[in-house]
């Protein structure tokens, strides 16, 4: 069973900084495609950043380039999302997926699997 597990939201000022977590279980970390979505009510969901198996190429929605860093751990089977400079408007439930897709997308539909969520809330 392929389970991914979110950790690490919370509430923040904007400015400040958040690190999320997604453990992985039940599926080939080292060669899976990552990536992190985020939604808020009444919206689509939202590709955010994407992470090929070897990290050699990331792919990071324009809304967050330059504040946002996605990285991962093989070792520890995790996948992380940097949040610095956060703003009211990237307040959402954030999502972590994974699937058999070698190219990494911030389309919702290449990705098979997906957590339950950690929700990040930004006040002004």
């Known amino acids: 069973q392929v389970l991914l597990v979110e950790s690490g939201g919370g509430s923040v000022q904007a400015g400040g900084s958040l690190r999320l977590s997604c453990a992985v279980s039940?599926?080939?970390?080292?060669?899976?495609?990552m990536a992190w979505f985020r939604q808020v009510p009444g919206k689509g969901r939202e590709g955010v950043a994407a992470?090929?198996?070897?990290?050699?190429?990331?792919v990071y929605a324009d809304s967050v380039k330059g504040r946002f860093t996605f990285s991962r751990d093989s070792a520890r089977n995790t996948a992380y999302l940097q949040m610095d400079s956060l703003k009211p408007g990237d307040t959402a439930m954030y999502y972590c997926?994974?699937?058999?897709?070698?190219?990494?997308?911030?389309?919702?539909?290449?990705?098979?699997?997906w957590g339950q969520g950690t929700q990040v809330t930004v006040s002004s």
């Open positions: 039940g599926y080939t970390f080292s060669t899976a495609t």
């Open positions: 992470f090929s198996p070897r990290g050699r190429v990331t």
């Open positions: 997926a994974t699937g058999s897709t070698a190219v990494p997308s911030l389309l919702r539909s290449v990705y098979s699997y």
